[in-house]
């Protein structure tokens, strides 16, 4: 039986080769078979890393949300068939805060060998660069849409933080993260730390850990439809 590589993405524009490590370029060369979130997204990703990848000889499985769960099973099939199937993450590291830990844990339950590539996650890279606590720490992924209910969310995660000293990492949609700063800054204590990490890894990379009250003092920047990653502290 073949092997299921794990094979992370970039975060940002720019040199892959700066984030990636050099096994990325053999992994997608010699692979035929693909597990993708956007197919069109993840050719264009294929052609930066090696231009002379025969695209159109390449097999593509996209997994989302629009995803039937019964089509899963045959997205390993090449594998069990004794051919390397590689999983790409839109972003960032496959399987975490993405779809590809469907195919991972269904591959496990398979006895299929599974392989994680190096690669950078914009959640560690955010913890590491907030100086919040890294030894306690979680992820809670999206947070309430409804303003009422997030702030109620808000106070839930400072009363975890205040027990027990976890940091609290979360994200939102890139065309509501305005709208999830302006209720971190109505919700939570003026001592609560926050993070804010855009970009990470990009030229327009911003990375600063405020107290929420130095945060309404001096302002925020402008965060519509950038990658963000929030921190709680």
Not at 10 to 27: K, M, R, T, Y
Not at 203 to 231: A, N, R, S
Request: aromatic residues 6%; contains cysteine.
């Amino acid at each position: 039986m073949a092997t299921l590589y794990l094979v992370p993405n970039v975060l940002a524009e720019g040199d892959w080769q700066a984030v990636l490590p050099a096994q990325v370029g053999s992994i997608l060369t010699n692979t035929k078979y693909f597990i993708v979130e956007n197919i069109r997204t993840a050719r264009r990703f294929m052609k930066q890393v090696n231009r002379e990848i025969d695209i159109d000889a390449c097999t593509f499985f996209e997994i989302n949300k629009r995803t039937n769960a019964a089509d899963l099973p045959k997205f390993l099939k090449p594998v069990v068939d004794g051919n390397d199937v590689a999983v790409i993450s839109e972003a960032g590291c496959p399987g975490v805060a993405d779809p590809g830990a469907e195919i991972v844990k269904m591959a496990h339950k398979r006895g299929i060998k599974v392989v994680p590539i190096v690669g950078p996650s914009s959640i560690l890279l955010a913890l590491m660069a907030s100086g919040m606590n890294g030894q306690n720490f979680a992820f809670k992924g999206y947070l309430p849409v409804k303003p009422q209910e997030r702030i109620r969310e808000l106070q839930n995660l400072e009363k975890t933080i205040k027990n027990t000293q976890q940091t609290q990492i979360f994200i939102e949609t890139p065309y509501r993260n305005n709208q999830l700063v302006a209720d971190v800054l109505k919700g939570c204590s003026q001592s609560t730390l926050l993070c804010i990490a855009a970009n990470i890894t990009g030229e327009k990379e911003f990375i600063q850990t405020k107290t929420i009250q130095e945060w309404k003092k001096g302002g925020v920047p402008d965060l519509h439809k950038q990658p963000v990653i929030f921190l709680l502290g």
